[in-house]
Every structure is written in C-alpha cells, then in structure tokens.
C-alpha cells in the first residue's frame, strides 16, 4: 500500500480538520510532539503533513508493537520508516541516540512525550525523552500539535475505527532555551499542547 493511499485511508476514517496556526512546516528536520490517546494518532499527524514533509517525517514508535506481524513490519520499516525503540528493559540513551540520528539525517519525528495513551480528556505530564532529544539536538524544532476526538475515532482495546470528525492542530514552533531545565522545559512543551486544545 503507497503512502499517498494510506494518508487518505486516515484522513477519511478520522475525517480530520487541520489547522496551522502558524506557516505550514516545509520539509527541514521537526520534532512534532502532540497528546496520545489512540493507535491512530501518528497516522493522522503523519497524514495531515503535506506530502513533500510527510516523505521525510517519521514517527518514533513501540519496537514490541510494530513488529509483532508481517504487516506491521512492512508498514514500519517500508512505509513509515518508523523509529522502532524499546518500551521498558531497554536503555533510554537507545532511544534518544536513534532519534537524533534520524533528526541528523534530515529527517522530522512524530512523537508522544506522555509516553503512553490516555483518556483523551487530559494531556498526561510528559516524561523526560522530550528533554533529553532537544539536549542532544539542541538546534531542534518542535512543534506541538493536539489532537481532538481520536480517542472516540479508535478507543483504546477497540481494533476498528469508528469514523466522526477529529481536528489536529499544529501551533508555533519552540526549542530547548539556552540554560532551560528540564522541568522547566516540559512544562512549556505540555502547555503549548494543552493550549491548542
């Protein structure tokens, strides 16, 4: 399946409305962080992306779940290009070194700094990966997006989408401030995101 064909299958089922509130990103290395709570939020982020920065966005996502199965395999390793990192056992350095390789490539990231889905009510404090990415990458652009109504689109333990209107919504751009902390910083980065709700 083309990448072109899966972004529309998204958008469709998701039916979501995008809006930018600042210029629509060109195709240089973002980091786009937004709120999770459902399997098709990096879908519908990644669709939403014009084509030219969708062929150089990938998401960052769980290696246990994208590669149980041939067809989410192929969709992470041919499709997305997916950062593929351990939940759990493995070393957290592993994760940010695969990220900011990515960013040093060229290439953006979709990425969920709650670290898990939620209820899509409330947008969970963020962990430190966030952090820890723009320290490694200091010259790193993030954008936070949020992400409305997917959590009843897909719910959580539900295996088909149930279309209704969803809305994703990309704000202005921010970066890791020279001499920020680390609380500091996630605080700002999860109040950009709640603020777009």
């Avoid at 629509?24 to 973002?30: E, L, M, V």
């Avoid at 990644?46 to 769980?62: C, E, K, Q, Y």
């Avoid at 409305?148 to 689109?153: A, G, Q």
């Avoid at 209107?165 to 920020?180: I, Y």
């Amino acid at each position: 399946m083309s990448a072109a064909v899966l972004a529309w299958i998204a958008r469709a089922i998701s039916g979501a409305r995008v809006r930018y509130l600042t210029a629509i990103p060109d195709a240089s290395p973002r980091v786009y962080f937004a709120n999770h709570s459902s399997h098709l939020d990096f879908l519908v982020i990644w669709s939403s992306l014009p084509p030219a920065v969708r062929a150089v966005t990938r998401p960052v996502a769980a290696a246990d779940y994208w590669s149980r199965g041939r067809l989410r395999r192929h969709l992470a390793g041919r499709v997305f290009r997916a950062v593929l990192v351990a939940r759990g056992g493995g070393d957290p350095r592993d994760a940010i070194d695969a990220c900011a390789a990515a960013l040093a490539d060229g290439d953006g990231l979709i990425l969920f700094p709650e670290g898990t889905r939620g209820d899509g009510e409330l947008v969970a404090p963020f962990k430190s990966g966030l952090y820890h990415l723009c320290r490694a990458r200091p010259d790193a652009i993030c954008v936070p997006v949020h992400l409305e109504n997917l959590n009843r689109v897909l719910p959580k333990g539900e295996a088909m989408p149930i279309p209704l209107l969803s809305r994703v919504t990309f704000g202005a751009s921010m970066q890791l401030e020279p001499d920020e902390g680390k609380r500091a910083f996630l605080e700002r980065a999860h109040a950009a995101v709640v603020a777009l709700a």
